[in-house]
């Protein structure tokens, strides 16, 4: 007997003519049936549209250290002990490790399977022999085909390895998860070059000395990227939060100049995120702008607005912003907030600390309405709000009980309910 092994590269096969695609009208095209599986943790549920779709391929992506396999670790023990076979392919951990942190989560279910290895075709192999319910490889960096020269982590090795699992995963149809690293800057090969490959691409922020994590979804193919999942990390592991606002808003010092609480919404849940803003003499030629948490751009278009519209005067002077707790606000309903802030900051006068502010900011200084203002405005009342700055264009049927609206048409208005002035001719 002799051994042969059996190249990978195939003959292209040209379909017969009789085999031809051929056009049909949309409206005979028969719905597609999704299938979707609860992953048994509340919060990746709501991110995904209701849980993991029977064969699709999720893309799970972070920094180095922000928690993704103990997510993903969670995920799986949650399936297993529902009944259904998993199966991790963990190439940067031994399965001892995977055991001792499956240990620290919980039990350890009979139906979790751990295969450790980094060659990609054996773990394919043992993908195929097993056909779980759910696959995951921790991480895609790490695994690797002989028949490429290419070095493991390279974006050619990453990108032929994704590719091979998507196939085997639409083939066998596996609900298939790929953990991979970012940077900040996202320049680590892997996730950029995934994202046409799978259906979802989930990704996982927070800061490594900070408890807080946020989960979203970038890209989904059966579901909203609107929402967003909230967790805790703790000893025992990931803790969704039952009540985001409260925690945001737990250290905040009520009566503090350059503190302004803006409501806005993620996904379909209002959140209360203090905005803190500091403005100082700059001591170099070219003042800081450093902002946390904000988008940088909108920040300066606000300060740029103020000048230019009520010759407040930001041009020589540092500005720091940060969205307080770790949460990013990127939405425009924080606008008005922001701009608080920001005159808050450089006057030294404090707002009062039942005020929220909610509406986006137009260029000519106008107020504009956002979108689901009652489920903003009944969260502010639940933590204890009574008052509210709003467009003047807001109706009464927008209103939820025990909140007074302050509806004003343009911020030198806002600024002038709030205690603030409306600009240094003001």
Same mark, same amino acid.
């Given at each position: 007997? %002799? ?65 993704? &396999?103990?997510?993903?670790? @969670?995920?799986?023990?949650?399936? /297993?002990? &529902? ?13 001892? @490790?995977?055991? !001792? ?46 028949? !490429? ?6 974006? +050619? @090795? ?15 149809? %596996? ?24 259906? *979802?691409?989930?990704? =996982? ?18 579901? +909203?990227?609107?929402?967003? $999942?909230?967790?805790? %990390? ?13 925690? =945001? ?30 403005? *100082?003499?700059?001591?170099? /030629? ?5 902002? &946390? ?8 278009? #606000? ?9 407040? &005067? =930001? $041009? ?5 912003? @940060?969205?307080? $707790? ?9 606008? #008005? ?9 450089? *006057? ?5 600390? *039942? ?27 639940? !933590? ?23 509806? %004003?048409?343009?911020? /030198? ?6 205690? !603030? ?6």
């Amino acid at each position: 007997m %002799m051994e042969e092994v059996e190249s990978r590269a195939t003959p292209v096969r040209r379909a017969a003519p009789n085999s031809a695609p051929t056009a049909v009208p949309l409206s005979e095209v028969g719905p597609a049936v999704e299938g979707r599986r609860p992953t048994g943790v509340g919060e990746l549920d709501r991110v995904l549209g209701g849980g993991f779709v029977a064969g699709s391929v999720s893309l799970l992506s972070g920094e180095p250290g922000v928690g993704k &396999s103990t997510l993903i670790l @969670q995920v799986l023990m949650a399936a /297993a002990a &529902s009944g259904r076979d998993v199966l991790l392919a963990t190439a940067e951990e031994s399965a001892e @490790q995977v055991r !001792l942190r499956a240990e620290r989560l919980g039990a350890l279910p009979p139906r979790l399977l751990v295969v450790a290895d980094t060659v990609l075709p054996d773990i394919l192999s043992v993908a195929r022999e097993v056909r779980p319910d759910i696959f995951v490889v921790d991480s895609i960096q790490t695994v690797y085909d002989p028949e !490429l020269e290419s070095a493991p982590g390279s974006v +050619s @090795q990453v990108r032929e390895g994704a590719g091979q699992i998507v196939r085997l995963a639409k083939q066998e149809h %596996m609900t298939t998860v790929l953990v991979g690293h970012v940077t900040k800057e996202g320049v680590v090969a892997g996730p950029r070059v995934l994202e046409h490959l799978v259906d *979802t691409v989930l990704s =996982f922020e927070g800061e490594t000395d900070h408890a807080l994590r946020l989960l979203r979804a970038t890209k989904n193919r059966f579901g +909203s990227t609107g929402e967003i $999942g909230i967790f805790e %990390m703790a000893e025992a592991g990931l803790v969704a939060l039952a009540d985001p606002s409260g925690v =945001f808003l737990a250290d905040r010092r009520a009566g503090a100049a350059d503190s302004v609480v803006a409501c806005v919404l993620a996904g379909h849940r209002p959140l209360l995120v203090e905005v803190q803003a500091l403005v *100082t003499d700059s001591s170099t /030629a070219i003042p800081r702008r450093s902002f &946390s948490g904000l988008d940088g751009a909108r920040v300066g278009l #606000l300060a740029g607005l103020l000048e230019k519209r009520l010759r407040f &005067s =930001f $041009g020589k002077r540092d500005i720091y912003a @940060q969205a307080a $707790g770790g949460v990013r606000l990127t939405e425009p309903g924080s606008d #008005l907030a922001i701009a608080l802030a920001l005159v808050s900051a450089e *006057t030294e006068i404090p707002i009062t600390s *039942t005020l929220v502010a909610v509406a986006e900011v137009g260029l000519a200084g106008e107020l504009r309405r956002v979108s689901g203002l009652r489920r903003r405005l009944s969260e502010a009342v639940r !933590l204890g709000f009574s008052h509210a700055i709003v467009p003047s264009t807001v109706e009464d049927s927008e209103i939820p009980p025990g909140v007074e609206l302050l509806r %004003m048409p343009d911020l /030198a208005s806002a600024l002038r309910v709030s205690g !603030l002035p409306a600009g240094t001719g003001a």
